[in-house]
């Protein structure tokens, strides 16, 4: 059974960081490609960052200079460091994971093809 567990959100005021993590189980993680998808209130789910079993990444216009995304094969998980935060980054943060390359599809907003979803944790950002 593929767990993906989120875990580092909260509550923060702008200009803040926090530090997503996602732990792995149950999948051969170093040839997955990973990524972090969003979703708030009302709106679609939407591609944040995304980096592929080879170390390529990709980033939302939103995001880029601010957010970074890493992984840590040994230990099987995913990272999203986030600064300068935004009250427009609050929403709900899933950690995702695919055999093909997750950066197209992010690039392809191409959401349905993602094999594993994580549940979600939730990211506050008060002005």
């Known amino acids: 059974q593929v767990l993906l567990v989120e875990s580092g959100g909260g509550s923060v005021q702008a200009g803040g960081s926090l530090r997503l993590s996602c732990a792995a189980s149950?999948?051969?993680?170093?040839?997955?490609?990973m990524g972090w998808f969003r979703q708030a209130p009302g709106k679609e789910r939407e591609g944040v960052a995304a980096i592929d079993s080879d170390g390529k990444s990709i980033y939302a216009d939103s995001v880029k200079g601010r957010f970074t995304c890493s992984r840590d094969n040994a230990k099987s998980t995913l990272f999203l460091e986030m600064n300068s935060l935004k009250p427009e980054d609050s929403a709900m943060y899933f950690c995702?994971?695919?055999?093909?390359?997750?950066?197209?599809?992010?690039?392809?907003?191409?959401?349905?093809?993602?094999?594993?979803w994580g549940q979600g944790t939730q990211v506050t950002v008060s002005s």
């Open positions: 149950g999948l051969p993680y170093s040839t997955y490609s």
């Open positions: 995702a994971a695919n055999q093909g390359r997750m950066t197209v599809i992010q690039r392809l907003g191409a959401l349905r093809r993602v094999d594993y």
